[in-house]
């Protein structure tokens, strides 16, 4: 079974958890360049952008609600 690669990130307010599947990039124009992007700041463009989380002090939440 082949499985994609993912990261699991847990709300620093309620603990809630989701895993973010990590973005394969190339480096240059040659196929075997690739790699999966597991930077921090990958990651968090694609919590914001594609789950609605918030980022904030270097902190990861879920809603609003869990920022305070």
Known sequence: MIHEIYAEVTCDGCQ???????D????NISP?????????????????SDHEWIVKDGKHFCSED???
């Open 16 to 22: 809630e958890s989701i895993y973010v599947e990590l």
């Open 24 to 27: 394969y990039r190339y480096r």
């Open 32 to 48: 075997t360049s690739g790699f999966h992007d597991s930077r921090d700041s990958s990651i968090e463009e694609t919590l914001i």
């Open 66 to 68: 869990c920022t305070s």
